[in-house]
């Protein structure tokens, strides 16, 4: 019987292997240039002071409201994710956690490998959350708004203000398990 490839898909705390800060570092440039022709203005010139990619990389191990992750397929990092607690982490009505970064390198995409990762990542962070693309970002609108309709069961907020997509929502197994 053949193995399902996206079953092989796992989620690691990055923090607890050089080798995975390292991939972190090595593939951060990849996704500076997805989100470039974006034009939000938000994403720094590199060589910038205390704008470079291992500055960026350092901000997130040190922060300990930050949590960054690694996507693995079949032992091989093939994505990186950096979830935040939020202010509010314990049970007001302001997301406990937001998704800052979510990325998958290119020759692993379109294989569900980031669908399946994300719903590891929400069930691992229980709790309320809130995931924000820019309207000029068609791809990441999509995705989420296809991810989070199946894993919520459409029992999500959205608002668009501003020019970005904000979905506001409740994760975790037992969330998922409530009818809609």
């Not at 240039?33 to 040190?62: C, K, M, S």
């Not at 935040?84 to 007001?92: D, I, K, L, T």
């Amino acid at each position: 019987m053949a193995s399902n490839p996206i079953m092989m898909v796992s989620v690691r705390d990055a923090r607890t292997s050089e080798s995975d800060r390292l991939w972190i570092e090595r593939v951060y440039r990849d996704y500076l240039d997805d989100l470039a022709p974006l034009n939000t203005g938000i994403f720094p010139v590199l060589g910038e002071v205390g704008h470079r990619e291992p500055d960026q990389i350092a901000r997130w191990f040190g922060d300990p409201s930050a949590f960054p992750l690694v996507i693995v397929k079949s032992a091989e990092p093939v994505g990186f994710a950096m979830v935040v607690r939020g202010a509010s982490a314990a049970g007001g009505r302001e997301p406990a956690y937001r998704m800052a970064e979510f990325f998958v390198s290119r020759p692993s995409r379109g294989l569900g490998i980031g669908n399946i990762a994300a719903q590891l990542i929400l069930d691992r962070f229980a709790g309320r959350w809130e995931i924000v693309e820019y309207l000029r970002n068609p791809g990441a609108v999509s995705f989420w708004r296809r991810v989070l309709s199946a894993y919520t069961r459409g029992n999500f907020q959205e608002r668009i203000v501003n020019g970005e997509v904000r979905q506001v929502f409740e994760s975790g197994r037992a969330a998922r398990a409530l009818p809609s």
